[in-house]
């Protein structure tokens, strides 16, 4: 059994990160749709619009995170765009199979115009825009007016805009682009980040009075848990679909 | 309560029973193999133990002069004495003197003997009573028997011993023309008052204790790891641990899942 998030699976195609679009993994579809419903309900008033998914350390999810909550969202009808904001470690485009050209650092440098910059995924609904060439130094993109001026374009076209960040225990990107969005969605490894870890980057972000709207167990395992997950697990099984992820 | 106090969170009743659920397997297998060997060793290794009782009747007689509570104090002190003396070395080397003569043991067998008689021989007596009760253990019926009526024995002739001139080698004898006693005040008090036999031999089948024990030391072996693995883990593993520590709400948990082609 491969995980869509494990570190030994690493030769996975990154476009097979995203559940939806493909069969199986109901239970996993579900959890996404679980956290859309969530976000939506954070979002019900047409307001907050830029969520920014953070985690404490790499290799946590995040993108895995950003990119099906994005295709989700799309599904129900918003329009999504998800922007690539870690300059040092992008990723995002392999998850939507695009090419990592035209993107917004080059779009901030004005290589590229807007309409080239975001570009259409696949998924209904679902628009990205990735990195694009390599950047130096981020913090310059990241407090440039330009940038507050494309969030404010992009809130106009898109229902949500879904950022996807550095760890805020490694960079510390997260303070600018704080300042951007209008909350948090944290992703903790399950049975994996140190509680340490969790306790300092929350500390961090709440002494920059980030508003944390949730989080995310990424890399779940429900016979580790202690917790009313476990009945859903049964629920899913009862209905068949997690027979179906075994024939997979 | 804030991140900061995460790690002051106890272990709830509901997290045990999880606990043991999540690791029933690890607890099984310890359990039995604990088992396993402890029924194999209570079983196949272990000999079983018999202990044979012989009895003795210490003859305290009433002091002609003092109160009954000097007799009283008289008799408990004769009946220590002699307890005291069934386990000296004089008495052991007497017994295994005698259980050479008149048993088929050899000369290469007196240090086993004498070793036994000091650590498989105990002696018990009440303050309320003039009985002394001589246990001895072995792991044969009939090697039990002839320690402890060995020991007792012993310890009868050396407290009936005449005194010797040490010139002549001839016993002393008093003016009234009768032998006189090593120990005057020991002599002809200590009496053989029955036997240990078959009849009074016991064996101890503590089998299923070992096997019990086993067992609890297997579950109590399996629990330790469980508790080290637990209070080791420094990582979220609920929901709701989370949610306590830090009051932020886990949206969903996403599970572990499938690759595939699309």
């Not at chain 1, 998800?82 to 939507?96: E, G, Q, V, Y």
């Not at chain 1, 509680?195 to 949730?214: D, P």
């Not at chain 2, 024990?213 to 609920?238: C, E, N, P, Q, R």
């Amino acid at each position: 059994m491969m995980s869509i998030f494990s570190k030994k699976n690493k030769k996975l195609h990154r476009s097979e990160s995203i559940v939806f679009g493909r069969e199986g993994n109901e239970i996993v579809k579900e959890a996404y749709n679980r956290l859309k419903d969530n976000i939506l309900y954070f979002a019900v008033d047409g307001t907050k619009k830029v969520i920014q998914v953070e985690s404490s350390t790499a290799g946590e999810g995040k993108t895995t995170t950003v990119s099906n909550l994005g295709v989700s969202l799309g599904l129900s009808g918003k329009k999504v765009v998800i922007i690539d904001l870690d300059f040092r470690k992008a990723r995002t485009h392999r998850s939507f199979e695009i090419e990592n050209v035209d993107g917004l650092s080059d779009y901030m440098v004005g290589k590229v115009s807007k309409d080239e910059m975001i570009k259409q995924t696949k998924y209904e609904n679902v628009s990205i825009i990735n990195r694009g060439s390599e950047v130096t130094n981020a913090s310059v993109i990241l407090t440039s007016d330009k940038l507050k001026k494309l969030i404010e374009e992009l809130k106009k076209d898109f229902d949500f805009i879904l950022l996807d960040c550095p760890p805020v225990l490694l960079i510390s990107d997260y303070i600018h682009i704080s300042s951007l969005s209008d909350g948090v969605l944290f992703v903790v490894a399950y049975a994996q980040t140190k509680k340490k870890q969790v306790s300092e980057a929350i500390s961090l972000m709440k002494n920059n009075n980030m508003n944390i709207i949730g989080a995310v167990f990424s890399f779940y395992d429900y016979k580790k848990s202690n917790n009313y997950n476990e009945y859903n697990y049964g629920y899913y099984n009862y209905y068949g679909y997690g027979d179906k992820n075994k024939k997979k | 309560m804030n991140e900061e106090t995460y790690n002051e969170q106890g272990i709830s009743l509901s997290d045990i029973f999880f606990l043991v659920k999540r690791n029933i397997l690890m607890i099984l297998i310890i359990t039995i193999i604990c088992a396993v060997a402890g029924g194999v060793y209570a079983f196949s290794i272990k000999k079983p133990v018999y202990t044979a009782i012989a009895t003795a009747v210490v003859q305290a007689e009433p002091t002609n002069n003092g109160s009954e509570a000097t007799s009283y104090s008289y008799s408990v002190a004769l009946t220590n004495t002699f307890k005291d003396l069934i386990k000296n070395i004089t008495v052991i080397n007497v017994a295994a003197d005698k259980l050479i003569e008149e048993n088929n043991y050899s000369e290469e067998d007196r240090n086993g003997l004498k070793s036994k008689l000091q650590n498989n021989v105990s002696v018990s007596s009440t303050t309320s009573t003039l009985t002394l009760t001589v246990s001895a253990n072995s792991t044969t019926p009939e090697e039990a028997i002839l320690l402890a009526n060995a020991i007792l024995k012993a310890t009868v002739s050396v407290v009936d011993k005449y005194a010797v001139n040490s010139e002549t080698g001839e016993v002393i004898i008093d003016t009234n023309g009768e032998p006189v006693h090593n120990y005057i005040i020991l002599a002809n008090k200590l009496k053989v008052f029955s036997e240990a036999s078959m009849d009074t031999t016991s064996i101890k089948n503590n089998k299923l204790v070992i096997l019990a024990v086993a067992i609890v030391v297997g579950l109590v072996i399996s629990f330790g790891i469980i508790l080290i693995k637990y209070l080791s883990d420094d990582t979220f593993t609920s929901k709701e641990s989370f949610e306590k520590a830090y009051n932020i709400n886990i949206l969903s948990s996403i599970h572990e899942a499938d690759g595939g082609n699309q």
